[in-house]
């Protein structure tokens, strides 16, 4: 087991069987084939049921993990020179409950998102069911080309996340899926409203992250600019250093804060 599957905890056996004799009782079946799904995911235990729904089991020892990220994240975006805004839950359910709320709200507002089903508690878990989209890529499995081609998709879509007071807050090329040709957004962490600008600003700064290693920043940067005006453009440039700190993001930041400069030039 790796670092993820420590940190992330175990579902026992019995747990397991438990928990699909719940599902199946909900979708009145007599029973459902459950299956692992191997996804880059530190706070939930995520499976694919029935090749239909996509069920995310979220464990106390997951919340704890989620306020210990939330807390450390806070503390990068300070020093950053701004306050915190990513938040944290009370507990297991709550996370489900925030995951389908931010999913439903992106669906609303027009954006591509997986169809919310339901949330459950069962013993200590938390259980989010939501659309299962079969034969998804993630956005880092895409070629160059096809990450050229998209990127002002991307950023299209994140303005019009923005323009409706909504953030990300957790974006990465592994939250970002493409499911018969359509981009999707998936795990949208929780953003305190008091801090959406700085939010916004961030999410832009991580798509900057995801694209620039490899359309290049210069040409990454004209894509968030067809979208961003120049000053939005540069307000996530002070992100940028906190964004390369994260393991799942890994770009030069001294040579797109550079291209930024350029623009405002």
């Given at each position: 087991m790796d670092l993820r599957g420590i940190v992330r905890g175990t579902v026992g056996w019995s747990q397991l069987e438990a928990i699909g004799a719940e599902l199946a009782r909900r979708a009145d079946r007599e029973q459902v084939r459950i299956t692992f799904?191997?996804?880059d995911n530190w706070l939930s235990t995520p499976l694919v049921v029935d090749e239909r729904w996509f069920v995310k089991l979220i464990s106390p020892q997951n919340a704890f993990v989620h306020a210990v990220i939330t807390g450390a994240r806070n503390?990068?975006?300070f020093s950053s020179g701004t306050a915190g805004f990513f938040g944290r839950f009370d507990g297991p359910v709550e996370m489900a409950r925030h995951e389908l709320e931010a999913t439903e709200e992106m669906r609303?507002?027009?954006l591509n998102a997986?169809?919310?089903v339901g949330v459950f508690e069962f013993d200590e878990f938390g259980?989010?069911?939501l659309e299962y989209l079969d034969d998804f890529r993630t956005f880092d499995d895409l070629s160059t080309a096809e990450k050229r081609r998209r990127a002002g998709e991307l950023f299209g879509a994140l303005r019009r996340m923005h323009d409706d007071e909504l953030a990300h807050g957790d974006l990465r090329a592994e939250n970002v899926l493409i499911a018969d040709d359509e981009l999707y957004f998936i795990d949208a962490t929780y953003v305190r409203e008091e801090g959406l600008a700085s939010a916004r600003s961030?999410?832009?700064a991580c798509a900057l992250a995801v694209l620039a290693p490899t359309i290049g920043a210069r040409d990454?940067?004209?894509a968030a600019a067809a979208r961003y005006s120049t000053e939005e453009v540069l307000a996530a440039r002070e992100f940028l250093d906190f964004v390369k700190l994260r393991p799942d993001h890994d770009f030069d930041a001294a040579l797109v804060k550079g291209e930024i400069e350029k623009i405002a030039d």
């Amino acid at each position: 087991m790796d670092l993820r599957g420590i940190v992330r905890g175990t579902v026992g056996w019995s747990q397991l069987e438990a928990i699909g004799a719940e599902l199946a009782r909900r979708a009145d079946r007599e029973q459902v084939r459950i299956t692992f799904l191997d996804a880059d995911n530190w706070l939930s235990t995520p499976l694919v049921v029935d090749e239909r729904w996509f069920v995310k089991l979220i464990s106390p020892q997951n919340a704890f993990v989620h306020a210990v990220i939330t807390g450390a994240r806070n503390a990068g975006v300070f020093s950053s020179g701004t306050a915190g805004f990513f938040g944290r839950f009370d507990g297991p359910v709550e996370m489900a409950r925030h995951e389908l709320e931010a999913t439903e709200e992106m669906r609303r507002i027009g954006l591509n998102a997986p169809e919310p089903v339901g949330v459950f508690e069962f013993d200590e878990f938390g259980v989010l069911v939501l659309e299962y989209l079969d034969d998804f890529r993630t956005f880092d499995d895409l070629s160059t080309a096809e990450k050229r081609r998209r990127a002002g998709e991307l950023f299209g879509a994140l303005r019009r996340m923005h323009d409706d007071e909504l953030a990300h807050g957790d974006l990465r090329a592994e939250n970002v899926l493409i499911a018969d040709d359509e981009l999707y957004f998936i795990d949208a962490t929780y953003v305190r409203e008091e801090g959406l600008a700085s939010a916004r600003s961030y999410d832009l700064a991580c798509a900057l992250a995801v694209l620039a290693p490899t359309i290049g920043a210069r040409d990454a940067i004209d894509a968030a600019a067809a979208r961003y005006s120049t000053e939005e453009v540069l307000a996530a440039r002070e992100f940028l250093d906190f964004v390369k700190l994260r393991p799942d993001h890994d770009f030069d930041a001294a040579l797109v804060k550079g291209e930024i400069e350029k623009i405002a030039d």
